[in-house]
């Protein structure tokens, strides 16, 4: 990779350390540039003119000045950083079953386990509004579910897709490892936690934080 | 591809359409199996042992027999019959940035421009919980602001990723061109109505219904 890596960030989201966390593992530079989402810095008009119309962190900007080109979404992100790596599998079969993982994440696990980890972690369930405290229970039970189904898979394999680490265990990690955060209770998934030890122990691996 | 290809599905889903236009668009033979999700079919405790323990359609399966593969997930199913084709760019940013707007789909998008569409054409608005009709002004407001930014983005080209159609155009077009059954009106979108049409007019398209 000739071309520099700059991560667009705020450093609490766990949507930008899966990108680090992949740098990390392939052992790929990667400078960041942060931002605080709850001040509103990514909804300004430059960011929005210049690195995000959506308004939204991560977003990985590869390359500088007029060439730079900027990839939002952070599992996309992943993916560019990965492309060619063991952590995407040559597999036809393995590697769609590792983007299957991603978009679960994105779909079941995200905005539930994340959702109210920020809510009750970073807003505070007092400042919710109405409509968000009357979410709480179904994103509750929708983030056990999903634990609860990653934590089935585990008790087959020792990762989510394939024989070895690939994305779908960086994207899932992210939010999981900080799940107690948004009050979930992780000690009912005895698989998924000897997973979070197994990404923990990986060469490279960094922490959160 | 030698192994037999079956979709379980439900014909009302658009997360099954889309597989069923990548199929056509490949020219790829796919059989169907067909659920009703308003009845519960895929909650099914055979459903749940045998196709998917996320009890979800699509479930894409390949092969039949104890040698069966399940891929749950509509844009994994995608990305495995479109492998190795024209419909994955093979430039590496451009394979990311279409990913990057699959995963849009499926976070931006979906939850909001089809879960209206599935609330308020299927369900039926009176039939809703308070939970659910709660929602539907915040669900309002982020599926607008979802067409808004593809719109703007198709401004300024003819396919969402690339030069050329893609499987992110494929994921968009399924909920995007029924999204007036679900109260969003396009007519505000000029871009997104002459993208719309140049799916439609792709080789071997095939309608929803």
């Not at 539930?112 to 039970?141: C, D, P, Y």
């Not at 990986?202 to 934080?209: A, E, I, T």
Request: proline letters at 5%; a negative charge.
């Amino acid at each position: 990779m000739t071309e520099s890596l700059i991560l667009h960030e705020d450093p609490r989201s766990g949507n930008c350390y899966k990108i680090r966390l992949t740098a990390a593992l392939l052992g790929l530079p990667l400078e960041t540039l942060q931002y605080d989402i709850m001040k509103g810095e990514t909804r300004t008009p430059e960011f929005l003119a210049n690195i995000n119309r959506n308004g939204r962190i991560p977003v990985l900007q590869i390359g500088e000045g007029p060439n730079a080109r900027f990839l939002p979404e952070s599992n996309a992100a992943c993916w560019y950083l990965a492309s060619g790596s063991a952590l995407i599998p040559e597999d036809r079969f393995a590697q769609a079953d590792m983007l299957r993982w991603m978009f679960f994440e994105q779909y079941n696990h995200e905005p539930n386990v994340a959702t109210l980890r920020f809510w009750l972690h970073f807003v505070g369930e007092a400042n919710l509004s109405i409509q968000q405290s009357g979410q709480i229970m179904a994103k509750r039970v929708a983030g056990c579910e999903a634990l609860r189904l990653m934590d089935e898979h585990l008790s087959r394999g020792d990762w989510m897709a394939g024989n070895s680490v690939t994305l779908a265990d960086i994207a899932l990690f992210a939010y999981t490892h900080v799940a107690e955060e948004g009050g979930f209770g992780l000690d009912d998934y005895p698989s998924l936690c000897r997973w979070l030890e197994r990404v923990q122990a990986l060469p490279g691996f960094v922490p959160m934080d």
